[in-house]
């Protein structure tokens, strides 16, 4: 299985963007999965912005809510995250990830993006 990002880039600070990982090689499965997004800053450990699990329910780090929105779509084994009013402190590269058992902890995502660079400038 694969998940790969896409819709990074640089945008200005109160700017949107869409980020969109498209996952490969899942099957059937891929609706039963929790999917998530995290983020590693210039510098800093990677850490989660927002999930989506199986039955469609949402989490999102309290730095984000009310910013940016998760959701996926099963029928082409795609995630997103909508990001708005960007600040220059959300620039990191951001990852997609997925695992059976939704996690907060970075250790028990099994499957991994090869990240999309966001950076927002003032």
């Known amino acids: 299985v694969q998940l790969m990002e896409s819709g990074g880039g640089s945008v200005q600070a109160g700017g949107s963007l869409r980020l969109t990982c498209t996952g490969s090689g899942y099957g059937h499965t891929y609706n039963s999965y929790c999917l998530g997004w995290f983020r590693q800053p210039p510098g800093k450990e990677r850490g989660p912005v927002a999930r989506v699990e199986s039955d469609g329910s949402t989490n999102y780090a309290a730095v984000v809510k009310g910013r940016f929105t998760v959701s996926r779509d099963n029928s082409v084994t795609s995630l997103y995250l909508q990001m708005d009013s960007l600040k220059p402190e959300d620039t990191a590269m951001y990852y997609c990830?997925?695992?059976?058992?939704?996690?907060?902890?970075?250790?028990?995502?099994?499957?991994w993006g090869q990240g999309a660079l966001v950076t927002v400038t003032s």
């Open positions: 990830a997925s695992t059976f058992f939704c996690s907060s902890a970075v250790e028990d995502w099994g499957v």
